[in-house]
């Protein structure tokens, strides 16, 4: 099993930044990426960047050039950097790692990002 903590959100201006972590415990050698999604009231939930554990990066559209995600390897932490943000950024954003052990697919319990206009 693997647990992932996040924590960051909040409420921030548009225009602004906030960086979100994400601590993943337990079988962590399992985890072969980690990554974010977001869900926003009355929508699907949607790939905002992922890394793997050998630091290759993808991106969603909407946020590439703004976002950028990476990983502190001593720490297993991930971080989720979002700059110039905007109202439609609004979101819970989850933490997600896809791992080698079943069932291959663990979140975290999901962190709110307000963005007010």
């Known amino acids: 099993q693997v647990r992932l903590v996040e924590s960051g959100g909040g409420l921030v201006q548009a225009g602004g930044s906030l960086r979100l972590s994400c601590a993943p415990s337990?079988?962590?050698?399992?985890?072969?990426?980690m990554g974010w999604y977001r869900q926003a009231p009355g929508k699907q939930r949607e790939l905002v960047a992922t890394?793997?554990?050998?630091?290759?990066?993808n991106y969603g559209d909407s946020v590439k050039g703004r976002f950028t995600i990476s990983r502190d390897n001593a720490k297993n932490t991930v971080f989720l950097q979002m700059n110039s943000l905007k109202p439609e950024d609004t979101a819970v954003y989850y933490c997600?790692?896809?791992?080698?052990?079943?069932?291959?697919?663990?979140w975290g319990q999901g962190t709110q990002v307000t963005v007010s206009s």
């Open positions: 997600h790692a896809d791992t080698s052990l079943y069932p291959y697919n663990f």
């Open positions: 337990g079988s962590i050698f399992s985890i072969n990426a």
């Open positions: 890394i793997t554990s050998r630091g290759s990066t």
